[in-house]
T-cell receptor, first 116, second 112 residues
């Protein structure tokens, strides 16, 4: 059982280049998330997808686009990378809602992105 | 104002002591609260979830929730060096049931 798989684990880009971070989960989860983590700032929500076919902005969506390709996959695209997007990116997923284990996030291993 | 606020620390306690971690949130309608632990260079992992006012205990960990004060805390009893990590408070916002926000995290060091 792989859980949440992110690719690539490391990437170096030049300013203005584009790239896509891939995320896939095999737990039949409905909701998927992209967070970025910078020193001293915790996890900041970029975008999330509550269910297949829907996406919503989080607190820091500017400069990013997402695609919920199917129930398993949720990708994050940087169209024109900027040094301010240097960060560690985490994909996460959860089953659903309610006061239960359905709300627990499972995280991928993270993707470290450097923009020069 | 951020939706979730934590003291960034660092917090240092001796082995065997009680570590107390605090979190406040701004969305009065929030109903679901979580504590995650993150070791350096690793992904966050769930420690506790809490949904009702009061205390919830799981082994050496106790989560406390006070919705009137919009306050969540985590107590770690008999702290061990292996508890040294960053602890992240997370809250699901009431506006959208799937919008989960995190605090900046508190770095805890347990000294032998």
């Amino acid at each position: 059982n792989a859980g949440v798989t992110q690719t690539p684990k490391f990437q170096v880009l030049k300013t203005g280049q584009s790239m896509t971070l891939q995320c896939a989960q095999d737990m039949n989860h409905n909701s998927m998330y992209w967070y970025r983590q910078d020193p001293g700032m915790g996890l900041r929500l970029i975008y999330y997808s509550a269910s297949e076919g829907t996406t919503d902005k989080g607190e820091v969506p500017n400069g990013y686009n997402v695609s919920r390709l199917n129930k398993r996959e949720f990708s994050l695209r940087l169209e024109s990378a900027a040094p301010s997007q240097t960060s560690v990116y985490f994909c996460a997923s959860k089953f659903g809602q309610g006061s239960s284990g359905a709300n627990v996030l499972t995280f991928g291993a993270g993707s470290r992105l450097t923009v020069l | 104002q951020k939706e979730v606020e934590q003291n960034s620390g660092p917090l240092s306690v001796p082995e065997g002591a009680i570590a107390s971690l605090n979190c406040t949130y701004s969305d009065r309608g929030s109903q679901s609260f979580f504590w995650y632990r993150q070791y350096s260079g690793k992904s966050p992992e769930l420690i506790m979830s809490i949904y009702s006012n009061g205390d919830k205990e799981d082994g050496r960990f106790t989560a406390q929730l006070n919705k009137a004060s919009q306050y969540v805390s985590l107590l770690i009893r008999d702290s061990q060096p292996s508890d040294s990590a960053t602890y992240l408070c997370a809250v699901i916002l009431s506006t959208y049931n799937n919008d989960m926000r995190f605090g900046a995290g508190t770095r805890l060091t347990v000294k032998p």
